[in-house]
């Protein structure tokens, strides 16, 4: 079953088209990945799924219920973290969360142990002090906390690694990682090793539509190889390949990048047979899904 | 029902742990002493000043001071501690959306409507604690030096001044429905008290104009009655209905 999908999705600010007819569904428990680049569009989209923009067209459904602008109700299934979240500074992270619960209509004992469980999870459990003095990092693990504090079917989380340095990057991954068990996880970014490390599917924003969307694997697939790494094993034997084969590219001594067509590749092969080039290595380069980005986003 | 009331402690807690309640007093606290104070002062000031009067040709008698100066007083200063109350609470709207602490609360299904209730409800027990103080400072103080009873009409007139605060309150829930920043709220809420004193000049129209629940001092010396102002009233406590309420659809179409 698809936790959210969005159809024919369009807003305009002024002149500018933001969003030119989006499609997207994202199925239960994934972490899907929504990349592009900054202003691509990510969070009209996301505010659009939260009733807090209105869109001037299309429709957006959660868990099979549509979303109405204004009113909240589809929130019930929904945790966000916006990319700078911003707490009520003068209260402790247990009060915020007892105030999240109380207002998302918890009963008190679960608002209580479900809080002391989240704060546990995002390593903010010993914390007596007001959000006031905390870091961007402390402040974004209360974020999620606060996002799955009501056991949400979809967490929304808007580039929440962005602003972070690599340590608290890492452990905003994995809490996310961790997540995936009790909700579906749609972030936004445009850092594609973090999309890489922890998402089982992605779609790519650009110009106002989803340019590509899939697995991570499918979407590898769709391009294929950027080239081939031949390695011989000694040096020498090699200068005849560079004489023969202008096209290969000499990478370091006795290493060679090729970027080609396959029957040029297989030819390439059975000239190193017929002459008998002792070989270390052969290996396709990867796509990787920064050069797809790159390509798809042209 | 329990959301609301959630989010109506959470503006409480705000109010004192931000140290708003603790200025709030204070402030209230003062106009209630200085009333009587300036009162009980100004023989001692007209003596000293004496001299310099007579110089250019006043003379200073015996000044006569009791409850009614201290009241009339009272009614002069308690529109600047309106003015204190509006700029401290201006930002009580413009300043969740600016941060976007509001959008994380309505994100987890706070309804827009609670916000808005909360928030006046706040505005208007504040404004009630902070000029009832202010009110109960000064009585105290005149009963003490003087007889309150030469005041005529002396609970209406108090209970006059305290709707047009209220009113006062509604235009600013008003305003920060629809605008984005508390300096453009204060400047609204300006103009139109301007805009209600101007109407006030108009004879035809002056007995229908919330300004005129600012002029106290005819009813406090017995010159009229309460029926003076008995339009003004009804149409004070219709448009704090009416600011309220045209706030909530307002509040529920604003893109965050």
Redesign the interface.
């Known amino acids: 079953m698809d936790v959210l999908t969005i159809q024919n999705l369009r807003k305009n600010f002024g002149s500018k088209d933001v969003l030119c007819g989006l499609d997207l569904s994202v199925p239960e428990h994934c972490i899907f990945g929504f990349i592009g680049r900054n202003g691509a569009g990510k969070t009209t989209t996301m505010k659009a799924v939260?009733g807090?923009?209105?869109p001037d067209s299309g429709q957006i459904h959660v868990m099979g219920e549509k979303v109405h602008f204004?009113?909240?109700?589809t929130?019930?299934y929904?945790g966000?973290l916006?990319d700078?979240?911003?707490?009520?500074s003068?209260?402790t992270p247990f009060?915020y969360l007892?105030?999240?619960g109380?207002?998302?209509?918890m009963n008190k004992s679960d608002i209580v142990a479900r809080s002391k469980e989240l704060l546990d999870q995002v390593g903010l459990g010993g914390e007596r002090r007001r959000i006031k003095g905390f870091s961007r990092g402390m402040k974004q693990r209360l974020?999620i906390a606060?996002a799955l504090?009501?056991q949400p079917k979809l967490l929304i989380c808007d580039e929440p690694t962005s602003a972070l340095d690599p340590a608290g990057r890492k452990e905003i991954l994995d809490i996310l990682l961790a997540v995936r068990e009790q909700a579906t996880v749609l972030f936004s970014t445009h850092i594609l090793s973090d999309v890489e490390r922890i998402c089982t599917k992605a779609a790519f924003l650009n110009d106002g539509k989803i340019a590509m969307q899939g697995t991570i694997a499918e979407m590898r697939n769709k391009r294929s190889s950027d080239g081939f790494i031949i390695e011989t094993e000694q040096q020498g034997t090699d200068d005849t390949l560079i004489k023969v084969f202008g096209e290969l590219k000499r990478k370091s001594q006795n290493t060679f990048v090729f970027h080609g067509g396959e029957e040029r590749f297989f030819a390439i092969m059975q000239y190193i047979v017929e002459n008998k080039i002792p070989i270390q290595r052969i290996e396709r380069i990867e796509p990787t899904l920064e050069s797809l980005f790159l390509e798809v986003t042209k | 029902m329990?959301?609301l009331?959630?989010?109506l402690?959470?503006e409480y807690?705000?109010t004192v742990?931000?140290g708003k309640l603790i200025i709030l007093i204070l402030l209230f606290m003062l106009f209630g002493i200085m009333n009587p104070a300036t009162a009980k002062m100004t023989p001692w000031m007209m003596e000293m000043l004496s001299d310099t009067m007579a110089e250019s040709g006043l003379i200073v008698t015996n000044i006569q001071v009791d409850a009614m100066t201290s009241w009339i007083q009272f009614f002069k200063n308690i529109p600047i501690a309106l003015i204190a109350f509006m700029l401290i609470f201006s930002d009580i709207f413009t300043k969740e959306y600016k941060?976007?602490?509001l959008?994380?609360?309505?994100?987890?299904?706070?309804?827009?409507y609670k916000v808005v209730l909360a928030k006046t409800v706040l505005l208007l027990s504040f404004w009630t604690l902070g000029y009832g103080l202010c009110f109960a400072i000064t009585y105290g103080y005149n009963a003490y030096y003087w007889d309150n009873s030469i005041a005529d009409n002396l609970f209406y007139s108090m209970a006059v001044w305290w709707l047009f605060g209220i009113w006062v309150i509604s235009l600013i829930i008003l305003f920060s429905s629809l605008l984005q920043n508390n300096t453009g709220v204060i400047l609204c809420v300006g103009a139109s008290v301007l805009l209600a004193y101007l109407l006030s000049i108009i004879p035809k129209a002056k007995v229908y104009s919330p300004a005129v629940l600012m002029d106290t001092n005819s009813l406090l010396i017995g010159m009229e009655g309460i029926n003076a102002y008995i339009k003004a009233v009804i149409v004070a406590a219709a448009m704090c209905i009416v600011c309220v309420a045209v706030s909530i659809p307002i509040i529920?179409?604003k893109?965050?």
Request: aromatic share 8%.
């Open positions: 939260l807090l923009l209105k204004g009113q909240t109700r929130n019930r929904i966000y916006p700078v979240p911003e707490f009520y003068y209260m009060e007892n105030l999240c109380a207002v998302s209509g974020g606060q504090l009501n | 329990r959301s009331l959630s989010f402690k959470k807690m705000e742990r931000t941060s976007g602490t959008l994380l609360i309505l994100t987890k299904g706070l309804s827009r529920n179409k893109q965050l």
